[in-house]
């Protein structure tokens, strides 16, 4: 069992920055990789970034050079700087943990928090 909270939503202006921070309990030993996706209004969900248990990160293309995650092993912490946003980057993020387990791989979601981008 894993429990993710997200944190640091909020309301920016197109070209500002803001920072999300998720926090992961519980069995974090097995998680192998952790990141954030989102979902905007009618919208289907889709990874953002997300981070590896080794260490190596993944971006959708549309935030490459924008957006910087990282973790903190030692607080069992993620964040996501976004920089330069813009009004597309509205949505709601959610925080994503794919944990192993010997029959296979689990996905923890956290609740989920607004970030909206205005123009």
């Known amino acids: 069992q894993v429990q993710l909270v997200e944190s640091g939503g909020g309301l920016v202006q197109a070209g500002g920055s803001l920072r999300v921070s998720c926090a992961a309990s519980?069995?974090?030993?097995?998680?192998?990789?952790i990141g954030w996706y989102r979902q905007g209004p009618g919208k289907q969900r889709e990874l953002v970034a997300d981070?590896?248990?080794?260490?190596?990160?993944n971006y959708a293309d549309s935030v490459k050079g924008r957006f910087t995650i990282s973790r903190d092993n030692a607080k069992n912490t993620v964040d996501l700087q976004m920089n330069s946003l813009k009004p597309e980057d509205t949505a709601v993020y959610y925080c994503?943990?794919?944990?192993?387990?010997?029959?296979?791989?689990?996905?923890?979601w956290g609740q989920g928090t607004q970030v909206t981008v205005s123009s």
């Open positions: 981070i590896s248990s080794g260490g190596s990160t």
């Open positions: 519980g069995r974090t030993f097995g998680i192998v990789a």
């Open positions: 994503h943990a794919a944990v192993s387990a010997g029959w296979g791989r689990y996905d923890y």
